[in-house]
């Protein structure tokens, strides 16, 4: 037997539409993965826990900070050096997790004693966003 004309006709629209359904989602998946990746990251909190704000100077989003927005987090987490190291000693944070968040604190206060080093700009208690 035969197709009818109709037949194919039918199946040649359900092909299409069931094409550009597929089209359609996979353009919307496209679009949500670009939209994603150009979320702006938001800052954590300054008074966050001290594995949180390590985790935080250990990771890109804190890299992308300009330095006037680094610098109210490296004076939390250099008042912090104990909790820090409980945390290396407990596990809770990576090595290099430690040596980030150590180091960022060492340059805030090496930036408070140097005199060539002073810092430019108010210190403020929470970055702008």
Do not use: C
Not at 26 to 46: D, E, I, R, S
Not at 55 to 68: H, I
């Amino acid at each position: 037997m035969a197709a009818t004309p109709a037949a194919a006709r039918t199946t040649r629209r359900s092909a299409k539409l069931r094409n550009g359904i597929i089209l359609g989602s996979l353009l919307l998946l496209a679009g949500t993965v670009v939209a994603w990746q150009l979320k702006p990251a938001q800052p954590k909190p300054l008074n966050s826990d001290t594995i949180t704000l390590a985790k935080y100077f250990a990771s890109s989003d804190f890299q992308d900070l300009d330095e006037v927005q680094k610098r109210p987090y490296r004076e939390v987490i250099r008042s912090k050096n104990k909790e820090l190291a409980q945390a290396l000693a407990n596990g809770k944070i990576t090595r290099a997790e430690y040596d980030e968040a150590y180091l960022n604190g060492w340059l805030a206060r090496t930036v408070r004693t140097s005199p060539t080093l002073k810092p430019r700009g108010k210190i403020r208690s929470s970055p702008e966003v």
